[in-house]
């Protein structure tokens, strides 16, 4: 399971009281707009229950969003369930969830920090994500020049010397001349 059910219950509850007070703001605000024209001043009137109004829908607004983004970490939990090796690149999440790469960078940028996506990483130098319990890191293989491939520990076969040489290379014994071939 990679959604943090505690803490996506917890953010629902916490942002859905500021939305009932909204939502109840708003209520309040259409009856008593109906209200402003049997007001001495309407004018003052309509402007404090606008302000009232826009109050109100900004908490309403600002549960949606939180939803929203919950949503979509859930979405990315299914998928990542879903996976087999562990190992799932952005180029294929971020069309099952019909977003482009940067905006699906951010929403998954902010489900890992706020808590909400949890046992995995993000790795940045392969745009995947790799899931913790099951993402077995591939063995690194050396290409290109011999520099840059790294040294092992051998033992020379006909003198006993231990030497070190690099990986899938040949070389001779310092000590007997013996050509050492390392696989």
């Not at 979509?72 to 996976?83: G, H, N, P, Q, Y």
């Not at 790469?101 to 994500?129: C, D, H, W």
Request: glycine letters at 10%; aromatic letters at 10%.
């Amino acid at each position: 399971m990679y959604k943090n059910m505690k803490k996506i219950m917890v953010a629902i509850i916490f942002w859905g009281i500021p939305c009932l007070i909204g939502v109840e703001g708003v209520c309040i605000f259409l009856g008593v707009l109906s209200e402003v024209d049997k007001l001495d001043n309407p004018v003052g009137g309509a402007i404090a229950y606008l302000f009232m109004a826009a109050l109100s829908g900004s908490l309403v607004y600002l549960y949606w969003k939180k939803y929203m983004h919950i949503g979509f970490c859930t979405k990315v939990s299914d998928l990542l369930e879903k996976d087999d090796d562990g190992y799932v690149p952005i180029e294929e999440l971020a069309p099952a969830l019909n977003m482009d790469q940067p905006k699906f960078l951010k929403n998954l940028n902010k489900g890992l920090r706020k808590g909400y996506i949890i046992n995995v990483n993000y790795s940045a130098a392969e745009r995947a994500i790799l899931c913790s319990d099951r993402y077995l890191a591939p063995k690194p293989v050396h290409h290109g020049k011999p520099e840059d491939k790294p040294f092992v520990g051998v033992h020379c076969e006909g003198c006993g010397a231990s030497l070190k040489i690099r990986v899938k290379t040949r070389g001779y014994c310092p000590f007997c001349g013996r050509e050492i071939i390392q696989e």
